[in-house]
């Protein structure tokens, strides 16, 4: 799905709740790994874990938490 995609409303909506999430846990390819902790990280997000999952054959869960919530956070 491509941006074009999206209605402005729900553009609005996920960037109010990206905005307001403290937390977030992503079911991300195997591939996508390292360009989605980069991508979380450039709006204020660490990873804490990351698990794969029987469940999910070729995808990884990331538990990501906003940077200033993490105690060891250098930013």
Do not use: C, Y
Request: proline share 1%; aromatic share 8%.
């Amino acid at each position: 799905m491509s941006i074009n995609e999206f209605t402005d409303e729900q553009i609005h909506d996920w960037n109010a709740i990206v905005k307001s999430a403290v937390s977030m846990e992503l079911r991300v390819s195997n591939a996508d790994v390292q360009n989605t902790v980069k991508m979380m990280e450039k709006h204020g997000f660490k990873s804490k874990g990351l698990w794969a999952s029987m469940e999910l054959p070729e995808h990884t869960v990331i538990n990501f938490w906003k940077k200033e919530l993490i105690k060891d956070s250098k930013e």
